[in-house]
């Protein structure tokens, strides 16, 4: 067989869908479901790629697009057939999955305008996120294939531990990489001053990631102890059958009610289900059957020695992949009850903190007395910092107060100013003033006015951040009338006078702006407003007008379909709004920064180590 043309044949395929997907996102065809769903014509030109992967069904085609470009590199450096069999077998279960659940169906309302992207989405950390996330997963079906491929030509062989060493230090460099950027992105969008809360579907990364650090670490041993070469196989088969797993339990709707982050169920939860089974079953009965080929030996010979440290240090490893595996899968197995359960974040920090400390005491004494590649030391001394980060950086303060406009307090050792709201179009900023120094938390607006994403302020320092984070304020009363064309009503203050009304149509008849033009006067001043809507899938966008000099706000809620009467929401003036105090969480975060190099002195000392 020419696996050079039928790798080739397979990227060019997948490409091609891939760019078909874009194009039917940048031309804005909302007869397709998946575009009307996660895009719109509003939607910046970085979140129309991101798009791309934004749900279920892209996210499925990204992965298969980054495993068929992969497969692609593997034809030419001349991988062994049946390696290469394996790993187009492995992409034969991502069609399955891109076919069961397709980005391309149609969609069966006819409609002008997409949703768009979730505001929650719309930052450039999480544009990022799920390609380098899944650019991990995809090239651990690597090892997996070179692993069982081997064992089809001999079970003693070592010559596919090198190329699946390379091919392992990248994965689990760009899935740490994603799962950190996942991290950062929660710590500075979510507002909740965290960056880890062991989600579910968080743990869905966290899992294989672990596991693929066993993987490379018996790699590597295994080049030296043949009695290791067994571990290595199993270590292979159990991390890319963690992958599946995990995409198994984030998308077949099981965890909808203990993660933000998971998908709504779908008919390829069981798809997943199966091909994770056939996975694991598959590749260990390959390994039983080969068992009595396998060489023998020692796996180390003193306690003292660098293989007995290294293999300590996986079996820790293993029992937190342990650990985690059954918290973030115990909705599944409650699943029967009728009530499902999860575990809390108490669960992990309790039952992994005593194996982290002793994982960091062995790094600390790899570090001091073994020998390691350039690379090598960077990632282990990342590891080493980063654990201390997780400790020093948790040990600040939280205090939440009720801040006065303009008044300064004094929270967790900082001196703290409120100076009011700033409201500009589908974005409000809350503006603070920490020791002399200005920082701004940001909520996104939906186009009813309505919060839709949260950000914090954070003021950074080389002694850590201080993360303010606010609280919708409350008693902001929005008050609702309908005017009838021609007819005068009032709120309470000023008078409306509701003159005329136009609606715009497109090519198909659909409505897509509508307008009113209202007289208002306090019985002194008139003034003439012509508010507007404009027509979108999730009902429709209109942005507050000030009126008679910023006395009120106002907003065009609806035109009748006769255009006889128009409903207008009165808001407070903002100058009424900076005025209540805004009830805010200050924390702080001691040598953050700290946690954040760690992790790229991982990702990047993980890299460095693919040259010896």
Same mark, same amino acid.
């Given at each position: 067989?020419?696996?050079?043309?039928?790798?080739?044949?397979?990227?060019?395929?997948?490409?091609?869908?891939?760019?078909?997907l874009?194009?039917?996102?940048?031309?804005?065809?909302?007869?397709?479901?998946?575009?009307?769903?996660?895009?719109?014509?509003?939607?910046?030109?970085?979140y129309?790629?991101?798009?791309?992967?934004?749900?279920q069904?892209?996210?499925?085609?990204?992965?298969?697009?980054?495993h068929?470009?992969?497969?692609?590199?593997?034809?030419?450096?001349?991988?062994?057939?049946?390696?290469?069999?394996?790993?187009?077998?492995?992409e034969?279960?991502?069609?399955?999955?891109?076919l069961?659940?397709?980005?391309?169906?149609?969609?069966?309302?006819?409609?002008?305008?997409?949703?768009?992207?979730?505001?929650?989405?719309?930052?450039?950390?999480?544009?990022?996120?799920?390609?380098?996330?899944?650019a991990g997963?995809?090239?651990?079906?690597?090892?997996?294939?070179?692993?069982? %491929?081997?064992?089809?030509?001999?079970?003693?062989s070592?010559?596919w531990?090198?190329?699946a060493?390379?091919?392992t230090?990248?994965?689990?460099?760009?899935?740490?990489?994603?799962?950190?950027?996942?991290?950062?992105?929660?710590?500075?969008?979510?507002?909740?001053?965290?960056y880890?809360?062991?989600?579910?579907?968080?743990?869905?990364?966290?899992?294989?990631?672990?596991l693929?650090?066993?993987?490379?670490?018996?790699?590597?041993?295994?080049?030296?102890?043949?009695?290791?070469?067994?571990?290595?196989?199993?270590?292979?088969?159990?991390?890319?059958?963690?992958?599946i797993? %995990?995409?198994?339990?984030?998308?077949?709707?099981?965890?909808?009610?203990?993660?933000?982050?998971?998908?709504?169920?779908?008919?390829?939860?069981?798809?997943?289900?199966?091909?994770?089974?056939?996975?694991?079953?598959?590749?260990?009965?390959?390994?039983f059957?080969?068992?009595?080929?396998?060489?023998?030996?020692?796996?180390?010979?003193?306690?003292?020695?660098?293989?007995?440290?290294?293999?300590?240090?996986?079996?820790?490893?293993?029992?937190?992949?342990?650990?985690v595996?059954?918290?973030?899968?115990?909705?599944?197995?409650?699943l029967?009850?009728?009530?499902?359960?999860?575990?809390?974040?108490?669960f992990?920090?309790?039952?992994?903190?005593?194996?982290?400390?002793?994982?960091?005491?062995?790094?600390?004494?790899?570090?001091?007395?073994?020998?390691?590649?350039?690379?090598g030391?960077?990632?282990?001394?990342?590891?080493?910092?980063?654990?201390?980060?997780?400790?020093?950086?948790?040990?600040?303060?939280?205090?939440?107060?009720?801040?006065?406009?303009?008044?300064?307090?004094?929270?967790?050792?900082?001196?703290?100013?409120?100076?009011?709201?700033?409201?500009?179009?589908?974005?409000?900023?809350?503006?603070?003033?920490?020791? %002399?120094?200005?920082?701004?938390?940001?909520?996104?607006?939906?186009?009813?006015?309505?919060?839709?994403?949260?950000?914090?302020?954070?003021?950074?320092?080389?002694?850590?951040?201080?993360?303010?984070?606010?609280?919708?304020?409350?008693?902001i009363?929005?008050?609702?009338?309908?005017?009838?064309?021609?007819?005068?009503?009032?709120?309470?203050?000023?008078?409306?006078?509701?003159?005329?009304?136009e609606?715009?149509?497109?090519?198909?008849?659909?409505?897509?702006?509508?307008?009113?033009?209202?007289?208002?006067?306090? %019985?002194?001043?008139?003034?003439?407003?012509?508010?507007?809507?404009?027509?979108?899938?999730?009902?429709?966008?209109?942005?507050?007008?000030?009126?008679?000099?910023?006395?009120?706000?106002?907003?065009?809620?609806?035109?009748?379909?006769?255009?006889?009467?128009?409903?207008?929401?009165?808001?407070?003036?903002?100058?009424?709004?900076?005025?209540?105090?805004?009830?805010?969480?200050?924390?702080?975060?001691?040598?953050?920064?700290?946690?954040?190099?760690?992790?790229?002195?991982?990702?990047?000392?993980?890299?460095?180590?693919?040259?010896?």
């Amino acid at each position: 067989m020419n696996w050079k043309i039928f790798g080739a044949i397979s990227a060019a395929a997948v490409t091609a869908a891939s760019l078909y997907l874009w194009i039917l996102i940048f031309t804005d065809d909302f007869s397709v479901q998946y575009v009307a769903a996660y895009s719109s014509t509003q939607l910046p030109t970085l979140y129309k790629i991101s798009a791309f992967w934004a749900g279920q069904q892209g996210s499925f085609l990204l992965w298969l697009l980054i495993h068929a470009l992969a497969g692609l590199v593997l034809v030419f450096r001349k991988t062994p057939a049946p390696a290469l069999a394996v790993y187009f077998a492995l992409e034969l279960l991502l069609i399955i999955f891109v076919l069961a659940n397709s980005p391309f169906a149609p969609n069966p309302v006819e409609v002008s305008e997409g949703v768009g992207l979730n505001p929650l989405l719309q930052d450039f950390w999480m544009a990022i996120h799920p390609p380098v996330i899944f650019a991990g997963y995809a090239l651990l079906a690597v090892p997996l294939s070179l692993s069982i %491929g081997a064992l089809f030509k001999s079970a003693a062989s070592k010559s596919w531990l090198e190329p699946a060493r390379k091919w392992t230090l990248v994965a689990w460099s760009l899935l740490g990489a994603g799962i950190f950027i996942g991290g950062y992105w929660a710590y500075k969008v979510l507002g909740w001053g965290g960056y880890w809360a062991w989600d579910p579907v968080e743990n869905s990364s966290l899992v294989p990631w672990l596991l693929s650090a066993v993987l490379l670490h018996l790699i590597n041993l295994a080049q030296k102890k043949s009695a290791v070469l067994p571990l290595a196989h199993i270590a292979a088969v159990f991390t890319y059958s963690l992958v599946i797993y %995990g995409t198994f339990l984030t998308r077949s709707g099981i965890l909808g009610d203990f993660s933000v982050h998971s998908f709504a169920g779908s008919d390829v939860g069981l798809t997943t289900a199966l091909a994770d089974a056939l996975v694991l079953i598959g590749g260990l009965a390959i390994i039983f059957v080969k068992a009595k080929n396998f060489p023998t030996g020692r796996m180390y010979e003193r306690y003292s020695e660098p293989a007995f440290v290294v293999l300590l240090g996986m079996l820790l490893l293993i029992f937190v992949a342990v650990i985690v595996w059954l918290g973030m899968s115990m909705p599944l197995f409650t699943l029967a009850l009728e009530n499902p359960a999860a575990v809390g974040e108490e669960f992990y920090v309790k039952s992994t903190a005593p194996i982290a400390a002793v994982l960091f005491a062995l790094a600390v004494y790899s570090l001091a007395k073994f020998r390691m590649s350039l690379g090598g030391k960077i990632a282990h001394a990342g590891f080493v910092f980063g654990l201390a980060a997780v400790v020093i950086s948790s040990s600040g303060e939280t205090v939440t107060a009720e801040l006065a406009n303009g008044v300064e307090t004094e929270l967790a050792g900082h001196r703290i100013i409120y100076s009011g709201q700033i409201i500009e179009a589908r974005q409000k900023f809350y503006v603070y003033s920490v020791d %002399g120094q200005e920082v701004r938390a940001l909520t996104k607006l939906r186009g009813n006015g309505e919060d839709a994403a949260r950000e914090p302020a954070i003021l950074k320092n080389i002694s850590g951040d201080v993360y303010l984070a606010p609280h919708p304020p409350k008693n902001i009363l929005a008050q609702e009338i309908i005017l009838e064309r021609g007819r005068f009503a009032m709120d309470g203050e000023l008078g409306y006078t509701f003159d005329s009304a136009e609606i715009s149509y497109d090519a198909e008849n659909n409505p897509v702006r509508a307008s009113a033009k209202i007289e208002v006067t306090d %019985g002194v001043q008139t003034e003439t407003i012509e508010p507007q809507i404009e027509v979108t899938a999730d009902g429709g966008s209109s942005s507050a007008i000030e009126i008679l000099g910023g006395r009120r706000r106002v907003r065009l809620t609806g035109i009748s379909g006769d255009k006889l009467k128009a409903r207008l929401e009165i808001l407070p003036a903002l100058a009424e709004i900076s005025a209540v105090p805004v009830t805010t969480t200050v924390s702080t975060k001691p040598l953050i920064w700290l946690l954040w190099l760690s992790a790229a002195a991982i990702c990047a000392g993980t890299l460095a180590a693919v040259k010896k």
